[in-house]
């Protein structure tokens, strides 16, 4: 399967306790996203990555969160400190590198869903 | 403010009647438009996009969409419902760079038999 994979699916933790999750993008493209989807909603944008340097990160990404991809492959998303307003699904997708004349489609992976108790 | 807008929360159809899912943009410029389809506990998987040239758009899965910029709208049809397509729909712009890509809140589509 080449597709957009994150490990892991689902995971439970309490309230103040850190979390990581991991996302490994399609081989060939050197963009990143992460978003985050509450129930009801569609995904917010969070931060995005070309290569390893992070680019743009948005206002929902809070100190308590913290985004690598340390060598322009997988992802890891960490979350310290977790809230119980942080219970969502997190999405991760890829890219290949955009520009008004490519294909601009972002393929995303099943995400993780994140409770926290 | 900018802003995708669906105004259809829930939207129930009989199998094998047509669908309709609509779509609206708040923005100056055109964007880079896009519908995708997520089924529960999958990810989410594009049916079409508009860039520019032919307003009416195929994609996947028998979908198309037409946008109107008179309207700024970007609404997904399709001829004939199957109960596979139950699943909730998610439209989409991109304002620049695929770096921006702001989503509505959905529209959750339910199958009748």
């Known amino acids: 399967d080449t597709g957009v994979s994150q490990d892991p699916r689902h995971k439970i933790t309490k309230r103040g306790q850190n979390v990581t999750f991991r996302c490994d993008p399609i081989?060939?493209?050197?963009?990143l996203y992460w978003y985050r989807q509450t129930l009801g909603q569609g995904p917010e944008f969070l931060t995005y990555?070309?290569?390893?340097?992070?680019?743009?990160k948005s206002r929902l990404l809070s100190d308590r969160f913290s985004a690598e991809r340390p060598k322009g492959s997988f992802s890891t998303l960490e979350i310290q400190r977790t809230e119980q307003g942080d219970s969502a699904m997190y999405l991760c997708?890829?890219?290949?590198?955009?520009?008004?004349?490519?294909?601009?489609?972002?393929?995303f992976g099943p995400g993780t869903r994140l409770t926290v108790l | 403010a900018q802003s995708v807008t669906q105004p259809d929360i829930h939207i129930t159809v009989s199998e094998g009647a047509s669908l309709e899912l609509r779509c609206n943009y708040s923005?100056?410029?055109?964007?880079?438009l896009f519908w995708y389809v997520q089924s529960p506990g999958q990810g989410l998987q594009l049916l079409l996009k508009?860039?520019?040239?032919?307003?009416l758009v195929q994609g996947i899965k028998g979908f198309e969409a037409e946008f109107k910029r008179s309207q700024s709208s970007f609404n997904l049809r399709k001829p004939s419902v199957h109960w596979s397509d139950a699943a909730e729909y998610f439209c989409?712009?991109?304002?620049?760079?695929?770096?921006?890509?702001?989503f509505g809140a959905g529209t959750r589509l339910t199958v009748k038999p």
């Open positions: 997708a890829s890219s290949p590198k955009g520009g008004r004349a490519l294909s601009n489609e972002q393929f």
């Open positions: 508009y860039f520019s040239g032919d307003t």
């Open positions: 990555f070309q290569n390893e340097a992070q680019l743009e």
């Open positions: 989409a712009v991109d304002l620049y760079n695929n770096n921006d890509m702001r």
């Open positions: 923005y100056g410029a055109t964007p880079y």
């Open positions: 081989s060939e493209h050197n963009r």
